[in-house]
């Protein structure tokens, strides 16, 4: 539905997101799945990605849902700029 996002961060600092996701399907998924927050370099394409602390199980039909969780940027992570994915 929406989302916000640190604009900018840095290796070894801290991205903040909190996302409101609506499931628009009949029922809640039944087996365990992962989430993934997905950073993908918009020149080189390479994807880094970090797990959420959310349960998608718990993501009941027609509710919104809010996850917001920070995660520390890896040193790994190369300068430039990213678009932010949910996997």
């Known amino acids: 539905v929406s989302g916000d996002y640190s604009r900018s961060a840095r290796i070894g600092g ?3 997101i909190s996302l409101r996701i609506r499931n628009s399907g009949f029922a809640s998924l039944f087996n365990e799945r992962k989430v993934y927050l997905v950073l993908k370099n918009t020149i080189s394409g390479a994807l880094h990605k970090f797990q959420l602390n959310t349960d ?3 993501w009941e039909s027609n509710l919104i ?3 917001t969780q920070t995660v520390i940027v890896p040193s790994n992570l190369s300068i ?3 678009k ?3 996997s």
Do not use: A, F, N, V
């Open 84 to 86: 932010l994915y949910l």
């Open 14 to 16: 801290e991205l903040t």
């Open 80 to 82: 430039g700029s990213y």
């Open 65 to 67: 849902q809010t996850i």
């Open 56 to 58: 998608p199980r718990r």
